[in-house]
C-alpha cells in the first residue's frame, strides 16, 4: 500500500510538473492587442515553472533588463494563428535600440522553409513612406516583407523581441503601440 502511494506521488508530481512546464500560468500576463508579455520572464521573480518553459520554448533568453519579450498566439480578432490562413503584420517602430519579429510552428521552432526566411527586424524591413511597415506571413510568396508560414496545417505564435527597451516599454508595456495582426479574408 505505501509502495503504491509513493508510486501515485511521483507520477501526479512529474504529470502536474510537465502540465505546468508546458502550459504555464503566465500571471500576471500583460495584453496589448494580440500581444501577451510577462514582466517576469527574464528576472529573478520568475518562478521555477516560468524558468522551465522559457529553457524549454525561448532559447537563449536574455535577462529583462536587456530584452522584452512579446508573444502572439492569435489575431487582433481573438482567433488562433494558422499557416493555412494569410496575415498581414503592420505597424511602426518599437521604442527600443533594436527589435524584431519572429514567426515559430507549434514546436516553438522556426518553420523550414525553402527562402530561409524566419524574421523581420527593423533594420531589413521594406517601409511604406511613412516609415511604417507591413510584413505578410503566407504559404504564397508576396512581393515586399514576406514570412512564408510553411507547409504544414499548424498553428503558429509570433515572437516580438524588444531589446533595450525604453522606460516607456517598462512602464506601460500594455499601452505602447504593438504591431497589429490581422487575418487577410481570402
Given at each position: 500500500m505505501i509502495a503504491l502511494a509513493i508510486l501515485l506521488g511521483i507520477v501526479l508530481g512529474v504529470a502536474s510538473a510537465a502540465f505546468v512546464v508546458f502550459f504555464p500560468p503566465f500571471r500576471p500576463v500583460i495584453r496589448n492587442g494580440a500581444w501577451m508579455t510577462n514582466l517576469k520572464v527574464g528576472s529573478r521573480d520568475a518562478g521555477m515553472y516560468l524558468r522551465a518553459f522559457i529553457a524549454l520554448t525561448g532559447l537563449f533568453a536574455l535577462n529583462k533588463h536587456e530584452t522584452i519579450y512579446y508573444r502572439a498566439t492569435t489575431d487582433d480578432g481573438g482567433q488562433p494563428i494558422r499557416?493555412?490562413?494569410?496575415?498581414?503584420?503592420?505597424?511602426?517602430?518599437?521604442?527600443?535600440?533594436?527589435?524584431?519579429?519572429?514567426?515559430?510552428?507549434?514546436?516553438?521552432?522556426l518553420i523550414a522553409n525553402p527562402a530561409g526566411r524566419y524574421s523581420f527586424n527593423m533594420g531589413n524591413l521594406e517601409r511604406e513612406a511613412d516609415g511604417s511597415f507591413r510584413i505578410a506571413l503566407s504559404r504564397t510568396e508576396k512581393a515586399r516583407n514576406w514570412l512564408p508560414s510553411g507547409m504544414k496545417d499548424q498553428t503558429l505564435s509570433f515572437s516580438l523581441k524588444i531589446y533595450n527597451p525604453s522606460p516607456e516599454v517598462y512602464e506601460r508595456p500594455d499601452r505602447i503601440a504593438l504591431p497589429r495582426i490581422t487575418a487577410v479574408q481570402p
Open positions: 499557416a493555412d490562413r494569410d496575415y498581414v503584420i503592420s505597424g511602426v517602430d518599437i521604442p527600443g535600440r533594436w527589435w524584431a519579429i519572429i514567426v515559430y510552428g507549434r514546436d516553438h521552432h
